[in-house]
């Protein structure tokens, strides 16, 4: 039994926003999401940046390298940010996050900047297995605010963390492992901003085919309004040797 992904990914400008700020990308090795902020098209090249530079890890690692791997190339993501900002004081300000994951087998190494997020469906439960790095999640857990008052908190966009060539960076790097059968999903926050947890593990729990999935999840947040830009990668966990006999 060889165990590897099926993935499929899409993005969505929404309908209110001008352009796309949103990056991803989906390979057998790397997935990856990138919102990227700071307006005038800098959010954009920010978040292709470093999306390149996960783009470059899609090859085979050994599953003892995962973290490091992934750590290394998020580091160098953010300092190719400081240098395009260097370069062009004009992109001061611009930055991205990131949720990322890097597959070896049944392994995976998974890292978070920012407010992206991963969800992973397994035996029909739901569970979001990354933790946003913002200012009203961080007053969540703290209990100095209460889950009723989160849609309406004034500084609910405020991000902790992100790659902005400025930040002291403390990537929130995991490792997992998966098991045929699981289905995961990278979004930004177009997406799960809008879409309810109840609506996203109906989608996952639906149509076998990734593509499928990632278009309806989609529809669903420009159904809700689409305010923001919509990125969706999935990946469906596989046995290679059982699909490749197909």
Do not use: F
């Not at 470059?56 to 995962?66: G, H, I, K, M, T």
């Not at 290394?72 to 994951?101: F, I, S, W, Y």
């Amino acid at each position: 039994m060889k165990i590897g992904i099926r993935y499929a990914t899409r993005s969505d400008v929404g309908l209110l926003r001008d352009g796309n700020e949103d990056s991803a990308y989906a390979g057998p090795h790397v997935l990856a999401v990138a919102d990227g902020m700071g307006g005038h098209a800098a959010g954009e090249i920010a978040s292709a940046a470093v999306i390149e530079e996960l783009r470059a890890l899609d090859v085979e690692v050994p599953q003892d390298r995962l973290i490091a791997t992934l750590d290394q190339a998020v580091r160098r993501g953010n300092q190719k940010v400081r240098d395009m900002v260097e370069a062009d004081p004009a992109l001061h300000g611009m930055g991205t996050t990131l949720t990322a994951m890097l597959w070896s087998g049944s392994q995976l190494a998974i890292v978070q900047i920012g407010d992206s997020r991963a969800y992973l469906l397994r035996d029909g439960i739901l569970y979001q297995i990354t933790h946003d790095q913002t200012l009203v999640q961080a007053l969540l857990d703290d209990g100095k605010i209460g889950q009723d008052q989160v849609a309406t908190y004034p500084y609910r966009s405020m991000l902790l963390q992100a790659l902005d060539g400025r930040s002291t960076l403390t990537p929130d790097l995991q490792l997992h492992s998966a098991v045929i059968g699981d289905r995961y999903l990278l979004c930004s926050d177009g997406l799960w901003d809008v879409v309810t947890p109840e609506m996203i593990h109906k989608a996952l729990s639906g149509t076998a085919d990734p593509e499928q999935v990632v278009a309806d999840l989609i529809d669903a947040a420009n159904a809700g309004g689409g305010p923001d830009n919509i990125t969706c990668v999935l990946a469906d966990v596989i046995d290679l040797d059982e699909h490749d006999s197909l």
